[in-house]
């Protein structure tokens, strides 16, 4: 393609008018209704095709350039968090216990006027522009895998995705070829033992005692059970026990993460994680309930796809560095897309200037300048890829 084109300021007006409507009006992963007919309804303004229900609440729209060329995917998400909104702004949450807290309100608003601009050139166009708009990607099983499912990727030769990134200065786009986020599993853990009076422990198998050993022993699968070299995360992030302050537990709940690159090294520590829980149940003489549900697997960069992005970002308006950085820990269901099509995900910076807060957090929210550059560098990666 031979054009160039990038967000005006009428442009950007229009995306943080957008971005700001929908964090006042947040929707829960699999619930997304009224987004998925906001996002429909701007589409229909525009006169741009679209089908939607696919693979649930998913819209996939379609820009038809006059010259033939490739077909080329662009995704955001639209679903928010069970998150009370905090933070002291006129845009802030109307609805109680759900806010946007990880800026998925800015992807679908860059997304929409990215398409905007783009079937305002399409007679430049070559090929074909896929808008993916995705509901649920903070829950798993998420929402691209069932998009898959309902053939969103038809006819698609490459895919493409951002994700606006708080920690990182504007003006900057980060990603890596291959390995770039983790895989992400969730487990639970039950503790059935037998509870009692505290003034008499002898007559109690302690679930807050055999719980807090447990927490110790499973940190020591990452520490002392797997390779160093080999990268892996095990957090317990919730510990629920007992009633009152003199009954001693018979019961505890333990939920965390587990985040890996490799299938191997997320097998040795389910094996692990079986074995040491299989352990306290016979020295304890109690038994416990482990639930192990994978997650999504790692987002795995096509090495030219990301190759490209950086290249291109380069010479994009409002990018002042653009670069390779290490892997993230942190999960995305975009990994589905790349398991089908080449292409890549990346991070475009985000991050305010007041007091920073991170992604899903009460307070969280990010710099809207980067919804310019992350339109402006979608709309590089279209306008001057090679057919």
């Known amino acids: 393609m031979t054009i160039k084109c990038f967000v005006t300021e009428a442009h950007f007006d229009e995306m943080v008018h957008i971005r700001r409507y929908l964090h006042q009006h947040p929707e829960l992963s699999f619930h997304e209704e009224k987004t998925a007919d906001y996002i429909c309804h701007y589409y229909d303004k525009l006169g741009i095709d679209y089908q939607r229900h696919i693979g649930g609440h998913g819209i996939v729209a379609t820009i038809k350039g006059t010259k033939p060329g490739k077909t080329i995917a662009l995704r955001a998400d639209f679903d928010a968090l069970p998150i009370q909104d905090q933070k002291d702004v006129d845009y802030k949450s109307t609805v109680p216990g759900v806010m946007h807290a990880c800026g998925h309100d800015g992807h679908t608003a860059t997304l929409l006027v990215t398409a905007k601009i783009l079937h305002q050139q399409k007679e430049h166009l070559s090929g074909k522009v896929v808008l993916i708009h995705q509901p649920a990607e903070e829950v798993a099983p998420g929402g691209a895998a069932a998009m898959i499912k309902d053939r969103a990727l038809e006819g698609v030769d490459y895919v493409f995705g951002t994700h606006l990134w708080a920690s990182l200065p504007v003006g900057t786009i980060q990603t890596t070829a291959g390995e770039?986020?983790?895989?992400?599993?969730?487990?639970?853990?039950?503790?059935?033992?037998?509870?009692?009076?505290?003034?008499?422990?002898?007559?109690?198998?302690?679930?807050?005692?055999?719980?807090?050993?447990?927490?110790g022993e499973c940190q020591t699968i990452i520490s002392r059970r797997i390779d160093p070299l080999d990268t892996a995360v095990l957090s317990i992030g919730k510990f629920q026990a007992g009633d009152a302050f003199n009954i001693i537990a018979g019961k505890a709940t333990l939920e965390g993460?587990?985040?890996?690159?490799?299938?191997?090294?997320?097998?040795?520590?389910?094996?692990?994680?079986?074995?040491?829980?299989?352990?306290?149940?016979?020295?304890?003489?109690i038994t416990i309930d482990f639930d192990y549900m994978k997650g999504y697997p790692p987002v795995v960069n096509h090495k030219d796809e990301a190759e490209y992005v950086i290249n291109i970002a380069k010479e994009t308006p409002g990018v002042s560095e653009a670069s390779f950085t290490r892997p993230s820990m942190t999960g995305e269901d975009f990994s589905y897309y790349l398991?089908?099509?080449?292409?890549?995900?990346?991070?475009?910076?985000?991050?305010?200037?007041?007091?920073?807060?991170?992604?899903h957090h009460p307070k969280f929210d990010f710099n809207e300048e980067a919804m310019r550059i992350a339109s402006n560098t979608f709309l590089s990666i279209i306008t001057s890829f090679k057919n």
Do not use: C, W
């Not at 007559?203 to 055999?210: C, H, Q, Y």
């Not at 993460?257 to 020295?283: C, D, L, N, W």
């Not at 398991?339 to 992604?359: C, N, Q, R, S």
């Open 339 to 359: 398991l089908e099509k080449p292409g890549a995900f990346f991070f475009t910076g985000a991050k305010t200037d007041g007091i920073f807060y991170p992604h």
């Open 180 to 215: 770039f986020m983790a895989g992400a599993d969730r487990f639970t853990i039950e503790i059935n033992g037998v509870g009692g009076h505290g003034a008499m422990p002898h007559d109690t198998k302690d679930a807050i005692i055999i719980a807090s050993a447990l927490v």
């Open 257 to 285: 993460t587990v985040r890996t690159f490799s299938p191997r090294i997320q097998q040795q520590i389910i094996k692990e994680m079986t074995a040491i829980i299989e352990s306290f149940e016979t020295r304890h003489g």
